[in-house]
């Protein structure tokens, strides 16, 4: 659908498929990530493009965003979990979630405009997504 100018419509609701990974290091600290302009911090990851698995686009995010390159024998299966979106008001993210534990060190590239180490159990005053908070830190016993 298009509006009178052409341009495409954006739905206002929708669900987005993605894959994300909760990267833990040493001791114990969650590395987190925050898109350009937005406020909310939440797992690294991506869209699932058509015709990758959840696992083959969480090794590929994790190389575009944080310049970290995994196989996917690095990683584990935390679960499949559905949440609202942080940054997408009336939108739901349907996310398989992988885990490891790095102390590699990570840059913040393509759409990331922050990387920050937390500590799961005081994560301050940032942001922090319903995704992460809701499921991913309960379901990893954080």
Known sequence: ??????TAERATTGVFTLAAALILDSRGRAL?????GTDAFMQPGGKVEPGETALEA???ELEEELTLRLTPADLGYLGRFEAAAANEPGW???CEVFTVTTDSPVQAAAEIAEARWFDPSD???AIIAPLTTEHVFPAAGL
């Open 1 to 6: 659908m298009t509006n009178g100018d052409g």
């Open 32 to 36: 987190l990530v925050r898109k350009r």
């Open 58 to 60: 969480i090794v590929r």
């Open 92 to 94: 739901t993210v349907d």
């Open 123 to 125: 994560t301050g005053s």
